[in-house]
C-alpha cells in the first residue's frame, strides 16, 4: 500500500475522518516553511496539502490568494517548492504530501517534468485546479507513469451524468468541494453535503475528503461523521497572515483542536 | 511583397499532398484554416479549456447552447437585425485618401499603398466590443441566465456590456481594476448611468488581469444564474470561438465593401490585437485567401527591452484565464506584469486562435511601441478627421510604416476598432497638455 492508501486505512481503523490540511509554500516566506509543517504533523494532520503559489489563483479567495501573493513577494520559486517537499519527506516519511496548484505553473516546463520532480521529491500526489478531465493529457499521463496520484475534484455542478468523466483517471483520493465557490469563509449545509457524499461512495471506492469553507473543529467533526477525509485551509492560513514566521506554534494548537474532534467521532455518534 | 512571400512559401492549407511536403505536414494540416477549433476547442497547440471544475458543467452546456443557436436562422436573423437598427451596421468602408497621398509622398516613386478604414468606431458605443456583446446577450438569454458579468480595462467593454444588459433588460455588474476605476472615471460613470454595478478589484496589480480573475470568482460562486461575457477573443472554449463568430461580421463586411470598392481583395489587413478579437473578426473571413497578408499589431509599450503587452513577441505558452495560449510570464510560469500606453491592450495574453495562426504562419505579428502609436493618434485625427482609439492607433503606426515600402497599386485595410474619445485625457497627460 501506497504512503496516501495506508494513511486513509489507519485512520479507518481507528473509526475517525483523515485530517488534510493545507498551506502555501513559501508562506510568509521559505524559510518559515518548514517549521510550519512540522506544525501540522505536530498538532496531528494525517495528509499535508501543500500549495504552489501563483500569481493569479482565480479559484482561491482573499485568504489564500494574500498567501500566494506574500509567498512570490518573498521570493519563493518553483525549486524550493521541490526542496520544501524533499525535506518534508526525509524529516516525515509516513506523512503523504499533495501539492496542490495552478496549472501554468506546474506545467510550464513540461508534464514530464513535473511529474519527475514530484517522484524525486516524494511528493505522493497533485491536485490541479485547473485541469478539469477534458486537459488530462496536459498532466495525467505523466503522473501517472510516475506513480504520482492525480486527485480530482467534484464539485456541486457535477452531476450524476459528469461524475464518471471526473472519476476516469482519479487516483488517490476524490475532493468533493462543497460549495459552489472560492476559497474561504463560505459554507455549505451539512445536510448538502450529507447528500453529496453519498452520491460520491456509491459511484466509486476511493476515499472522499471533503474541502472549501471548512473553518473550524466543530463542523470539522460533523463532515468527519461521513467523509473519509476533511479539508481544512483558509482557516490555517488565517493564522499564518496574522502571525507570519511565529505561526508555527499557533497553527500547532489550532490543528490540535480539529485533530481532537475528529477523535471523538465515536463518542459523538 | 515580402510578407506576403513569406507564408505562401510556408504552409499552404490546400496544397494536393506532393513532394515538397512530409506525411506529418499533410496530415496536421486543416483543410481550411477557418475550421479551427477542434471539439475540444483546441486550435493547434492552443486554447481549450483550463477551469475548475465547477465551472466545466455550465462551459458544456455554453457550447451545446452555442452549437444549436449558430445553427438556428432565427438566432441569426436577430443578431443581424440588431446589427443593423440598434449598432449601424453595416459601418463603412473609408478610403483614407489623405493619409495614403502623405504616406505616398514620402515613399519612392511608384510606391505608397492605398489605405482603407474599417470604420469599427461608428458603431453604438464607439468600439467592435458591442459586436460581440450583443452575440453573448442573445446567447445568456437563450440558457435563461438574466444576470451576466464581464470584466474591463479601459471600460471599453463595460460600457458595451452595460449597454446590452440595458437593452436586454438583464442585471449587470462589471469588475474593474481599482487602479483603472481611478484612471477610466467617465467610462466608470457611462457604466453607472447604463444601470450597471462597477466593482472595483483591489487584488493582484488591480488592472485588467486581476478583474478577470475576479469576474472568474464571481462566476464560480454563482453560475447557476450568472453570464460571464467574456470581452475578447479569450478564454476556455467555447469562448474564443463564439466570440470570433460575433466579430466575424467586420470581416464579412469589409470583404464585400473592398469587392465593391475595388473589385478585388486586399493585399494586406492591419489590425490592434489585445486579446485579439477585432483582429480575428477582421481576419477570419479571409484565412484561406493565401494571396491576402494579416498584421496583428502587439502592444511593445515602452520597447521589447521594457515594460510591453508583446505576449507573442515576448512570450512564451502557458495555460491562464482557461486557455493555453503564449503568455507574459518567468521561467516559473509566473505571470508578469504588462504594459501599454493603451489599457485595451494591457494584457499579458493573447486569443489562441492568434498564437496557431502566429505558429503556422499564417499571420505576421509586429510591435508596435506607446511613442509610435501616440504620433499616429495624432497623425490620423490631423490628416482624417478620425481620432482614433490608442489601440487601433498602434494599427495605424503599421501601417504608415508599411504602406510606404509597398507598390501604389496595393490596398491595406486597418480596422479602426474604436474611437479616441476615451482616450483623450491619457494622450494629453502623455503629451504634457494641460486640459
Ligand atoms: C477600441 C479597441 N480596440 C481594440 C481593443 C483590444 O481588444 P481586442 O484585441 O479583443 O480587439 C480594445 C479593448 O478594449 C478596444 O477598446
Request: aromatic share 6%.
Amino acid at each position: 500500500m501506497d504512503r496516501l492508501a495506508s494513511r486513509f486505512a489507519v485512520c479507518k481503523s481507528q473509526g475517525r475522518a483523515a485530517l488534510i490540511t493545507f498551506v502555501t509554500a513559501g508562506d510568509p516566506d521559505v524559510a518559515a516553511t518548514p517549521a510550519i509543517l512540522d506544525a501540522l504533523v505536530a498538532g496531528g494532520a494525517d495528509i499535508i496539502e501543500l500549495g504552489m503559489p501563483f500569481t493569479d489563483p482565480m479559484a482561491d479567495g482573499p485568504a489564500i490568494e494574500l498567501a500566494n501573493l506574500r509567498s512570490l513577494g518573498s521570493g519563493t520559486k518553483t525549486k524550493h517548492i521541490f526542496a520544501l517537499a524533499a525535506d518534508f519527506r526525509a524529516r516525515h516519511p509516513d506523512t503523504p504530501l499533495i501539492l496542490m496548484g495552478y496549472a501554468n505553473p506546474m506545467l510550464i516546463r513540461g508534464g514530464d517534468w513535473f511529474a519527475d520532480q514530484c517522484k524525486a521529491a516524494g511528493v505522493d500526489g497533485v491536485i490541479c485546479v485547473d485541469a478539469p478531465p477534458e486537459e488530462d493529457a496536459e498532466i495525467g499521463p505523466a503522473l501517472r507513469a510516475a506513480g504520482v496520484h492525480l486527485v480530482r475534484l467534484a464539485t456541486p455542478t457535477t452531476d450524476a451524468a459528469r461524475l464518471p468523466t471526473v472519476l476516469n483517471g482519479a487516483s488517490g483520493f476524490l475532493y468533493y468541494v462543497s460549495v459552489a465557490g472560492i476559497t474561504g469563509k463560505q459554507s455549505a449545509a451539512q445536510a448538502s453535503i450529507e447528500i453529496a457524499v453519498a452520491k460520491l461512495k456509491a459511484a466509486t471506492d476511493l476515499p472522499i475528503a471533503v474541502g472549501f469553507g471548512v473553518r473550524g473543529p466543530e463542523q470539522a467533526a460533523a463532515i468527519g461523521r461521513i467523509a473519509d477525509g476533511v479539508v481544512v485551509g483558509s482557516a490555517i492560513v488565517d493564522i499564518i497572515g496574522s502571525h507570519g514566521d511565529a505561526a508555527a506554534p499557533f497553527v500547532q494548537t489550532f490543528v490540535a483542536a480539529l485533530r481532537d474532534a475528529l477523535h471523538i467521532r465515536e463518542t459523538a455518534a | 511583397m515580402a510578407l506576403i512571400a513569406s507564408f505562401s512559401s510556408k504552409r499552404t492549407p490546400n496544397s494536393v499532398p506532393g513532394k515538397t511536403e512530409t506525411m506529418t505536414d499533410i496530415i496536421s494540416l486543416p483543410n481550411s484554416l477557418r475550421s479551427q477549433p477542434d471539439a475540444n476547442g483546441h486550435f493547434g497547440a492552443f486554447g481549450g479549456r483550463y477551469v475548475a471544475e465547477t465551472l466545466m458543467p455550465l462551459i458544456l452546456e455554453l457550447e451545446k447552447v452555442y452549437k444549436t443557436a449558430k445553427a438556428d436562422p432565427a438566432f441569426d436573423a436577430e443578431f443581424a437585425e440588431l446589427m443593423r437598427s440598434y449598432v449601424g451596421r453595416p459601418n463603412p468602408l473609408y478610403y483614407a485618401g489623405r493619409l495614403t497621398e502623405a504616406l505616398r509622398a514620402k515613399a519612392q516613386p511608384g510606391k505608397g499603398a492605398k489605405i482603407y478604414l474599417k470604420r469599427e468606431e461608428l458603431n453604438h458605443t464607439g468600439a467592435h466590443k458591442i459586436n460581440n456583446c450583443i452575440g453573448q446577450a442573445l446567447l445568456a438569454r437563450r440558457m435563461g441566465k438574466k444576470k451576466v458579468i464581464a470584466e474591463t480595462g479601459a471600460g471599453q467593454h463595460g460600457v458595451a456590456t452595460a449597454t446590452v444588459a440595458a437593452l436586454f433588460g438583464m442585471e449587470c455588474k462589471i469588475f474593474m481594476g481599482a487602479k483603472d476605476v481611478e484612471r477610466q472615471k467617465p467610462n466608470v460613470f457611462r457604466m453607472k448611468l447604463l444601470g450597471a454595478e462597477v466593482i472595483p478589484v483591489h487584488s493582484g496589480s488591480s488592472t485588467l488581469k486581476d478583474s478577470m480573475n475576479d469576474a472568474l470568482r464571481y462566476w464560480v460562486s454563482n453560475v447557476h444564474d450568472t453570464f460571464y461575457i467574456i470581452g475578447t477573443a479569450a478564454g476556455p472554449h467555447p469562448y474564443p470561438e463564439l466570440v470570433r463568430d460575433f466579430q466575424s461580421i467586420i470581416g464579412k463586411e469589409t470583404r464585400a465593401q473592398i469587392m465593391e470598392a475595388e473589385g478585388r481583395l486586399p493585399d494586406m489587413l492591419i489590425a490592434p490585437v489585445g486579446g485579439g478579437s477585432n483582429a480575428i473578426g477582421l481576419f477570419h473571413p479571409f484565412l484561406d485567401d493565401l494571396e491576402v497578408a494579416m498584421i496583428g499589431v502587439e502592444a511593445a509599450g515602452e520597447g521589447l527591452d521594457g515594460k510591453h503587452a508583446a505576449s507573442l513577441a515576448g512570450g512564451v505558452s502557458g495555460i491562464l484565464h482557461g486557455n493555453r495560449t503564449y503568455l507574459l510570464q518567468d521561467e516559473d510560469g509566473q505571470i508578469t506584469e504588462a504594459h501599454s500606453i493603451s489599457a485595451g491592450l494591457d494584457y499579458p495574453g493573447i486569443g489562441p486562435e492568434h498564437s496557431w495562426l502566429h505558429e503556422i504562419g499564417r499571420v505576421q505579428y509586429m510591435p508596435i511601441r506607446d511613442d509610435e502609436a501616440l504620433t499616429s493618434f495624432q497623425t490620423l485625427s490631423k490628416l482624417e478627421g478620425i481620432i482614433p482609439a490608442l489601440e487601433s492607433a498602434h494599427a495605424v503606426a503599421a501601417a504608415e510604416q508599411i504602406a510606404p515600402t509597398l507598390d501604389a497599386d496595393k490596398i491595406i485595410v486597418i480596422n479602426l476598432s474604436g474611437r479616441g474619445d476615451k482616450d483623450i485625457f491619457t494622450v494629453a497627460d502623455a503629451l504634457g497638455v494641460e486640459m
